[in-house]
T-cell receptor, first 115, second 112 residues
Framework: KAGVTQTPRYLIKTRGQQVTLSCSPI?????VSWYQQTPGQGLQFLFE???????NKGNFPGRFSGRQFSNSRSEMNVSTLELGDSALYLC??????????????FGPGTRLLVL | GQQVMQIPQYQHVQEGEDFTTYCNSS?????IQWYKQRPGGHPVFLIQ?????EVKKQKRLTFQFGEAKKNSSLHITATQTTDVGTYFC????????????FGGGTRLMVKP
């Protein structure tokens, strides 16, 4: 099976712009979670989507949003970019069949640099 | 909110030496997961522990889940240069499925 894919892999934006990142989960996986990784804050949960619905949300401002399509592909959007949004954005997919006992498979990430 | 702490933050070892990283959660966890991230890479799932006091082995790696299900450890015997990377533990936030709280990670460096 192909792994989780994320596009683009690298992105440079300027403050105030907005950005959309894409994630395609492993075939058959219905849950997609997004994480932000920075040297200072580490890996932080953004949100999880399952069956096109946001199921869980982390402690991030409303500038961070996402959605999931009927084919389980997911996008996340960050509006009004700030310098502190520079990070590696990771997407993880799982089957989501047994509640908390899930293995999450991470994609390679999108490295976003905000200038 | 839930916090997951990991120590040490960094560890330099000589190839062949053992290595241990410790993970502590502020709350009881339904399970704990371990991931490895190579430099420039993404987290790769290693293992999940579910039962109190559980011990699992993967070749030279030994994982333990504490009796109170609030702490865990990963021990690597006779490290190799291929073990280089950052090891993260993670637990479900409020036992909510895929909403994971990650520890800060332990970065392992191995001198050949």
């Amino acid at each position: 099976k192909a792994g989780v894919t994320q596009t683009p892999r690298y992105l440079i934006k300027t403050r105030g712009q907005q950005v959309t990142l894409s994630c395609s989960p492993i075939s058959g996986h219905r849950s997609v979670s997004w994480y932000q990784q920075t040297p200072g804050q580490g890996l932080q949960f953004l949100f999880e989507y399952f069956s096109e619905t946001q199921r869980n949300k982390g402690n991030f401002p409303g500038r961070f949003s996402g959605r999931q399509f009927s084919n389980s592909r997911s996008e996340m959007n960050v509006s009004t970019l700030e310098l502190g949004d520079s990070a590696l954005y990771l997407c993880a997919s799982s089957l989501r069949t047994q509640g908390s006992q899930e293995t999450q498979y991470f994609g390679p990430g999108t490295r976003l640099l905000v200038l | 909110g839930q916090q997951v702490m990991q120590i040490p933050q960094y560890q330099h070892v000589q190839e062949g030496e053992d290595f241990t990283t410790y993970c502590n959660s502020s709350t009881t966890l339904s399970n704990i997961q371990w991931y490895k991230q190579r430099p420039g890479g993404h987290p790769v799932f290693l293992i999940q522990l579910v039962k109190s006091g559980e011990v699992k082995k993967q070749k030279r790696l030994t994982f333990q889940f504490g009796e109170a299900k609030k702490n865990s450890s990963l021990h690597i015997t006779a490290t190799q240069t291929t073990d280089v990377g950052t090891y993260f533990c993670a637990g479900p936030q409020n036992n909510a499925g895929n909403m994971l709280t990650f520890g800060g990670g332990t970065r392992l460096m191995v001198k050949p």
